[in-house]
């Protein structure tokens, strides 16, 4: 016999069939095989019924619930991403407000700076001028007070020199020559 060739049934040698007369187990009949196979459809059918329609739904259900898992899911990352954009935006509106704020508070602050350098520079002119103004005056006026002063000794000293040579207006005349000269 050649290793590749299959062994068959009649090839076996009746020295190894079982001496007692028994059937061999490998012998299979025909009523053996419909009751197997009505045994295998039965049992399908009572699975199919029992534990196939049960086990079916219940994923059909899992499947279900995951699905809209899925779907939950889906919809609130797309929910998280426009909550985070409005965010974002809301963010640079908030920072681009505060950048506003701040640039107006600056130059209000410059601004108001100015305003108060500029009116202290106009009254401390304004003090300036009154200042000067008040000296000029006095000046003028202790000027006048010298030159009237000046002009009673004068003529004081010119009526003692003169003894009463001249009369009051002459004098009053030869005073106002002295101031102009003075």
Sequence with gaps: ?????PITTAEIPVES??????????DVSGSMMVMTYLTFALT?????????KP????????????????DNAERLEKE????EQTRARILEEAEAKARDLIDKGRRAAADAAHAIETKARE?????????????????????????RESAALAVDISRKILQDNLDE?????????????L
């Design 1 to 5: 016999m050649d290793d590749a060739t």
């Design 17 to 26: 069939a079982p001496a007692s007369g028994a059937k061999n187990v490998i």
């Design 44 to 52: 399908a059918l009572i699975l199919y019924k029992v534990a196939w």
């Design 55 to 70: 086990i079916l739904a219940a994923l059909d259900k899992r499947e279900g619930a995951i699905r809209q898992s899925l």
């Design 80 to 83: 998280m991403a426009e909550i």
């Design 123 to 147: 009254e401390s002119q304004i003090l300036v001028e009154n200042a000067r103004r008040e000296i000029r005056a006095e000046s003028d006026k202790a000027m006048a007070d010298l030159r």
């Design 169 to 181: 207006p002459r004098s009053r005349d030869l005073a106002d020559r002295m101031i102009s000269q």
